[in-house]
């Protein structure tokens, strides 16, 4: 199957600092996309970004498809950002799509 | 609009009962997918249904096993439970099939 693999697995920052998560993954993909789990364990959707760049607020995401990667920036960081950044590739294999997911990077945002 | 709902937040079970799972999606998103988180394994897609049908399938022994209904309300089933089945199963809901717009707040799953 896919590896999909996150880094850092870690990161701690100070509020206001900016930051870039990475993802690698294996092979080609259907579509890839970045999520964000809470200290309380919900997962928002961040982006859904096969290629390409898009923009929401502080967060941005890149991913070149052709060199299998994606990166997530977070621009001025507030704690409120802190939690578990996953990042998930929409993969065909066996007939049937999965979404694989990495293991995630965890950030933490200190006043 | 409502969020995804799913019910119950936390269930205690025994070795060997069964139990099921119930998601209802946001109004007029007709894919619901499933997932299982744990510490060891991390985030593992488990199945998605759309319009009633499975339309993907992951990794997971046939012990796992879900349906949708004709409102889009998905409910999911393990059988014969195993210590190891202790998790948060997520579900997730979305316009389209494979991916997943909307997460649920999950369902605590302890296997004792």
């Known amino acids: 199957g896919i590896q999909v693999e996150q880094s850092p697995p870690d990161l701690i920052l100070q509020e206001g600092a900016n930051s870039t998560l990475r993802c690698n993954f294996s092979d080609s993909v259907n579509n890839l996309q970045w999520f964000h789990q809470n200290p309380w364990g919900q997962l928002i959707n961040l982006f859904y970004?096969?290629?390409g760049t898009k923009q929401n607020g502080r967060l941005s995401a890149t991913t070149v498809a052709t060199e299998r990667y994606s990166l997530l920036y977070i621009s001025s960081s507030q704690t409120t950002d802190s939690g578990v950044y996953f990042c998930?590739?929409?993969?065909?294999?066996?007939?049937?799509?999965?979404?694989?997911f990495g293991k995630g990077t965890k950030l933490s945002v200190i006043p | 609009k409502a969020g995804v709902t799913q019910t119950p937040r936390y269930l205690i079970k025994t070795r060997g009962q069964q139990v099921t799972l119930s998601c209802s999606p946001i109004?007029?998103?007709?894919?619901v997918s499933w997932y299982q988180q744990t510490p060891g394994q991390g985030l593992q897609f488990l199945f998605e249904?759309?319009?009633?049908?499975?339309?993907n399938k992951g990794n997971f022994p046939g012990r796992f096993s879900g349906r949708q209904f004709s409102n889009s309300r998905s409910e999911m089933n393990v059988s014969t439970l195993e210590l190891g089945d202790s998790a948060l199963y997520l579900c997730?809901?979305?316009?389209?099939?494979?991916?997943?717009?909307?997460f649920g707040s999950g369902t605590r799953l302890t296997v004792v």
């Open positions: 109004s007029g998103h007709r894919s």
């Open positions: 998930a590739v929409l993969y065909s294999g066996a007939g049937s799509y999965q979404l694989t």
């Open positions: 249904y759309f319009s009633e049908t499975q339309r």
């Open positions: 997730a809901s979305s316009l389209s099939t494979g991916g997943a717009d909307t």
């Open positions: 970004i096969p290629s």
